[in-house]
Structures are given as structure tokens and as C-alpha cells.
């Protein structure tokens, strides 16, 4: 079937603006997890779901990140007054199993440019 | 902190050369341990993983075992290809490295 899926897959916006950054998981994956990665570094943990819970949100950056999933399968990341600090690539990975060691599948990820 | 530490790159090698990237990893809990990989142009795939001490994991020729007496868990493979130029990632559960980037010239 098909993997992960986010969109858009590139963002410009003013510092400022609100972005809101879609993923969809593969179908029947419990586990979701958010990573934001820099240029030339490693993805760093933003956010866990397990179905439609928030069980992990201790790598949020600020109150100005919100995720959710409401229903259990596709999520948002919003950035509010984005900043030029916010600018990454946003990656979204989804699990089969409620472990959150369990292997993850990455989407292509979302890159966000703020000016 | 960052629960994982691993090897600077750029690393360059030679085809056929042997490769090893090390990966140390912070020892609290139990984790499971991970190598991805990600191509020129694609997202980040898995590798191989470990769920226990002196597990191996291993794929494509990659090998790496979970070494609970000294907290590491680092690749190697015996003879590298053009192919595997990538960018290599360790992780302990959600928690990731920064990154080896390899380069294989022919």
C-alpha cells in the first residue's frame, strides 16, 4: 500500500504567519510520531500519538507548536507566529505497534523556509 | 542531551573498503536500537535494529550488534559499493544521531 504521505512538501512563509503541515500515516498504523530536522543534523522529537492520544509532546519547542489527530489517522502540526528559527524540514513517521521503539516509516517530509 | 552520540563524518571511502560508523547510545531503560539510512533525494528508510543486548541486527551486507557492556552499537559492512553513499542515522527509540554522511568513490 501506500507510505506515508505529507503535505505541502515545501512551505515558504513570512515570520508571523500561521502553517498548519499535514501527514498521513500509513493505513492501520497506531503510532505517529512529529520530528522537526535541521540542516545537516539529525531528526529531533517533537510530538508521539498512539491512535488519537498525545501520550508525548516533550519535544515541542515552544507553546507556539500544536499537533493533533483527531480521529486517529491524519494529523496537523501548527506552528503559530512562525519564526525564522522554525525553519526545518518537518518529518512525520508512522508505526504498526503501540511501541514507540518499534521500526518507524517516514514520509518525505515537509520543508518550511520562514522569511 | 542527546541520548545518541555517532562518528563525524564526512567519511570517504574506496569500493570495497570496509565501513564502520560508531554509535554510543545514553544506557537508561531498555532501548531498541536503529540504523536508518537515507539516499540522495529520498526520505529516511530503516536499515536494521536491535531490541536486546548481544542482538545482531544486519541487511544488505550491514551489520550492527547491540553491545550492552559498552553502550554501543556501531555499523560496519565488509565491503562497501558505490550504491551505499547515503547519509547513515543511529537511533535509541525516537532519539537520533546527527547523522554520518558516506561517500563511495569507484
Redesign the interface.
Known sequence: GAGVSQSPRYKVAKRGQDVALRCDPISGHVSL?W?QQAL??????LT?FQNEAQLDKSGLPSDRFFAERPEGSVSTLKIQRTQQEDSAVY?C?SSLRRD??????????TRLTVT | GNS?TQMEGPVTLSEEAFLTINCTYTATGY??L?W?VQYPGE????LL?A?KADDKGSNKGFEATYRKETTSFHLEKGSVQVSDSAVY?C?R???????TRLTVKP
Do not use: C, H, I, N
Not at chain 2, 526520505?43 to 530503516?46: E, F, T, V
Not at chain 2, 527509540?93 to 547523522?99: E, I
Open positions: 510520531f520530528y545537516g543534523q539529525g531528526p529531533e522529537f508521539y518529518l513517521a514507540r521503539a518499534y521500526e518507524q516509516y517516514f514520509g518525505p517530509g | 545518541v532501548p531498541s536503529f536508518y526520505g529516511l528508510q530503516l535494529k531490541t542515522f537511533a527509540d525516537m532519539r537520533f544521531g546527527a547523522g
